[in-house]
């Protein structure tokens, strides 16, 4: 009945008992009632309809805040908002910051006043400056009037930057707490007594709106802010990386080439052979279609020309030293690169005369031996769309150093070879005249040796890859150490090696695929150490090389990244591409060796050193990986008896309801009592129980004592256990933790579970099913060092998670230079708890500071030292902290 009140008339009247002439007197007295309601619902139905105006004006200045509008169209927009609940024609929007004595006009528009606000500009002001505005910024107290009165009441002068006078002025502050940051003021300068107190109420409400849409806005353009800064360090990053992996490529291809050239001095059948290798390894780094080779005679009178490929000059005869680029390189000893106009220059200077086809760009640079300039290896372009720089010369020459000592070694053994040539027929003509003299005697005993040297090799060397086994390499290695104890200078290595994932081969591909890595691997081995290294498999998908004669470690360091060179080229095996890889790890020559076995147990703790530092790697075994492997094994032995000793025990540190101070939970800390050492944390033995695997059973020693303390105990709200990822891949942990609750007659609700977020990413379906177990029978789950991790945010909503614990790195940077960080940080993670409903917990609380900045932000619970420090179990008696 659109709030209309029936009154009804006295007992036992009506109509019929009224005077006939004029209205009745309780009609009118009822008329006047019926309209009294009737305007009072009225008044009702507007000031309904201004507060859904009101609240609808406060979303949408909440949608304005969270959307993506540039700050001054936001603005533009509110302003618009505050338009349809009061006149707000001329408004303008101020920020103070008391501490810097700084105003900063954030928004002004006015009719009248033709001044233009710069939103960016911090305005100093001073102490004596006294405007309307500054009072009010500076009382805090609304003002409503017109200016000129609200000036003369409070004393404040009228000066150029007041503005023109208003007839009508009302201001309010914005507030932050009990502090004044800013101000919205709305004036008319035709109308006074346009504003009321309803209005200026209504003002601070929406003001008020308005500084949290400010700080929502200013805190999402902090973290995009971040974003970015952060995208930028990415990408230099990712150009530093790329130029650094470039670089690298380039220092390998390098190596590889030096590699090549020691390598083709000694396996090069001919010379011709060894120039045309060298051709092609030049080739692979800088451009050569036209190289030679030039070397000076033995008595340095002719200029030979051993190798020549030219577009222009395909033949090259031995001439005289005389006056051309390869001799001006001869004599001087130094690079020399060229290009047209350079020649041009050297031969008006009269140094240089050209000989041959004129080169568009000429590099070369002198080939030494012992210290001595024996010839000239030079490249040139005939094209002006191919120039060599300055770093090719320097490559060049590098490459230069060392095919001149090549070519020097390889010239004294084809010398030798020539020398030997007329001995060596001599020597087989006599030797096939004793070969034909005892060929009796070897075919009678040859058939005895055959069967000698077959069981010989069968025990010294694998069945499957020839190699050496482990017994001969014990063997050479205890004649290693007996040599080194009588020559302490001798230096030599044992690298073990085993193949990277080498079972996922044999379970995947099959044992025959295995079998023929295996062989692979054995020839690409051999084929990458010296001559006389040991290469030997000691079973399985592990060898060994014992290398001799070494300068010292860096050149046992070298042999490794050989190695592991050769192994990294793929393979195809049963119609499959692998990519074999090695860990190696290497133990050097040391007086405390006393047999073989010591040195390769060393190589094997290096060995998984590497593999634990991310494989296809070699580390160097030293002193302190003896002590952290002793450290290791005797913390687990102590390990092992504390688990059957259940020397374990839970300390619990409180949570408190930040205001307050009133404890609503604990975390039980998990701590060791020592039988040498004392009270251990988790810190001083975890890395020794998850890598042995003995943590988990420490994990349910705890659970069982915590839920126990939880029955003798009375402590106050729940209690919180960190839970590992591992357990979460067993099917039956919450079952297992359930039974234990219940066999304590624990309610569930009592305890909570706290978890990181790599136990959410591990293995997402399995974790997710056991969290939802556990969740439907009361036990909650929390998500600890929330902030710290890289994905769990895109999963949160896909978990039953009931609290976040915001990592103590960004609590203590509410004291530090990162403070700012920090803020940006706990607002946002608040704003997303807020969001999907889930509390928030602040770890390392640890000074008032930090409390107060959390308690500003939206924290409602926190932990830390500042409210107690994790301790026994002791009977609990209400304390509050202050």
Same mark, same amino acid.
């Given at each position: ?389 300055? =770093? ?55 058939? =005895? ?126 119609? =499959? ?54 450290? %290791? ?61 003995? %943590? ?24 919180? %256990? ?128 930090? =409390? ?31």
């Amino acid at each position: 009945m659109n709030g209309v009140r029936v009154v009804p008339l006295p007992n036992g009247a009506d109509e019929a008992q009224q005077p006939r002439g004029g209205v009745p007197a309780r009609e009118a007295l009822g008329r006047d009632e019926l309209a009294r309601l009737l305007d009072a619902a009225e008044q009702r139905i507007q000031s309904l309809h201004r507060s859904e105006r009101l609240q609808q004006a406060l979303y949408e200045i909440a949608d304005l805040a969270g959307g993506s509008l540039e700050l001054q169209e936001m603005l533009r927009r509110i302003h618009a908002i505050v338009g349809e609940l009061m006149y707000a024609g001329n408004l303008y929007i101020v920020l103070y910051d008391e501490h810097l004595q700084t105003m900063r006009f954030l928004y002004f528009v006015d009719l009248i006043d033709p001044w233009v606000n710069d939103p960016a500009e911090e305005i100093p002001v001073t102490d004596d400056e006294n405007t309307l505005t500054m009072h009010l910024l500076r009382t805090g107290e609304a003002m409503r009037g017109p200016s000129a009165e609200l000036r003369q009441f409070h004393g404040i002068p009228f000066g150029e930057s007041s503005g023109p006078d208003s007839a009508d002025w009302l201001g309010v502050p914005m507030r932050r707490g009990s502090r004044v940051v800013g101000a919205i003021v709305v004036q008319n300068y035709e109308k006074p007594d346009v504003y009321s107190n309803e209005d200026r109420a209504l003002l601070a409400y929406v003001a008020q709106h308005i500084l949290t849409a400010l700080d929502r806005y200013e805190a999402r353009e902090q973290l995009e802010k971040r974003v970015q800064e952060r995208t930028a360090e990415l990408q230099q990053a990712n150009v530093d990386l790329q130029a650094e992996v470039a670089e690298r490529q380039r220092a390998q291809e390098l190596q590889r080439a030096l590699f090549r050239i020691a390598e083709l001095s000694m396996t090069s059948e001919t010379l011709e052979r060894f120039y045309a290798e060298i051709h092609k390894v030049v080739g692979g780094l800088l451009y050569a279609r036209n190289f030679y080779i030039a070397m000076l005679t033995i008595d340095g009178s002719m200029l030979e020309f051993p190798y020549s490929v030219d577009d222009r000059d395909q033949m090259r005869k031995p001439r005289r030293v005389a006056n051309g680029l390869t001799e001006y390189v001869l004599r001087t000893g130094k690079p020399l690169l060229a290009d047209r106009a350079r020649i041009r220059r050297l031969e008006t200077e009269g140094k240089v005369r050209s000989i041959g086809t004129l080169a568009h760009c000429w590099l070369g640079v002198p080939l030494l031996y012992d210290d001595k300039v024996v010839g000239v290896i030079a490249v040139q372009s005939y094209s002006p769309d191919v120039a060599f720089t300055t =770093r090719d010369q320097e490559l060049l020459t590098f490459v230069a150093y060392h095919i001149g000592s090549s070519l020097a070694r390889k010239q004294a053994q084809d010398r030798l070879m020539h020398a030997h040539a007329g001995l060596e027929q001599r020597v087989s003509e006599r030797t096939r005249e004793l070969a034909e003299a005892n060929a009796e005697l070897v075919e009678q005993i040859g058939e =005895r040796m055959r069967a000698e040297r077959k069981l010989t090799y069968q025990a010294t060397h694998d069945a499957l890859t020839g190699l050496p086994n482990r017994t001969q390499l014990l063997e050479r290695l205890g004649k290693a150490i007996a040599v080194a104890r009588g020559n302490p200078q001798a230096c030599f290595a044992v690298l073990f090696l085993d193949l990277d994932r080498f079972k996922l081969v044999n379970d995947s591909a099959g044992h025959a695929v295995g079998d023929e890595l295996l062989i692979e691997a054995a020839r690409r081995i051999v084929g990458s150490v010296r001559t006389g290294d040991v290469v030997s498999r000691l079973g399985g998908d592990e060898f060994a090389i014992l290398a001799e004669s070494l300068d010292g470690p860096d050149m046992a360091a070298e042999l490794g990244r050989r190695v592991l060179a050769a192994l990294g080229a793929p393979v195809w095996l049963a119609g =499959r591409e692998l990519f074999p890889t090695a860990s190696i790890g290497i133990a050097l020559s040391h007086a405390r060796y006393e047999s073989g076995e010591d040195m390769l147990r060393d190589a094997d703790a290096a060995m998984y050193r590497a593999k634990g530092d991310g494989r296809d790697r070699s580390v160097m075994f030293d002193e302190h990986m003896r002590d952290e492997a002793t450290r %290791i094994l005797d913390m687990e032995s102590d390990l092992r008896r504390a688990i059957n000793a259940e020397a374990f025990e839970p300390f619990y540190q409180p949570i408190v309801q930040l205001v307050s101070g009133e404890r609503v939970g604990h975390e039980a800390l998990l701590r060791w009592r020592h039988e040498q050492r004392g009270l251990l944390t988790p810190g001083d033995f975890l890395d020794v129980g998850e890598d042995s695997g003995l %943590i988990e059973q420490v994990d349910w020693l705890m659970y069982a004592r915590v839920i126990a303390d939880m029955a003798r105990y009375p402590m106050p709200g729940y209690v919180a %256990i960190n839970v590992s990822p591992r357990h979460f891949r067993a099917p039956d942990f919450a079952s297992r933790l359930l039974d234990l609750l219940d066999a304590a007659q624990v309610a569930p609700s009592r305890l909570r579970i706290e978890i990181t977020e790599v136990a959410l990413l591990d293995d997402a379906p399995r974790t997710s099913e056991s969290l939802n177990m556990l969740r439907s029978h009361g036990v909650l789950a929390q998500l600890d060092d929330f902030g710290t991790g890289f994905s769990a945010l895109s999963y949160l909503h896909r978990f039953p998670i009931a609290s976040l614990k915001i990592d103590r790195s960004f609590v203590s940077g509410l004291d530090g230079d990162v403070r700012t960080e920090s803020v940006a940080v706990i607002r946002a993670i608040v704003a997303l708890a807020n969001s999907l409903n889930i509390e928030i917990i602040a770890e390392g609380v640890e000074t008032q500071r930090q =409390r107060e900045r959390l308690h500003d932000l939206g924290c409602m619970y926190a932990q830390g030292y500042l409210f107690g420090r994790p301790a026994p179990p002791v009977p609990y008696v209400a304390v509050q902290s202050g």
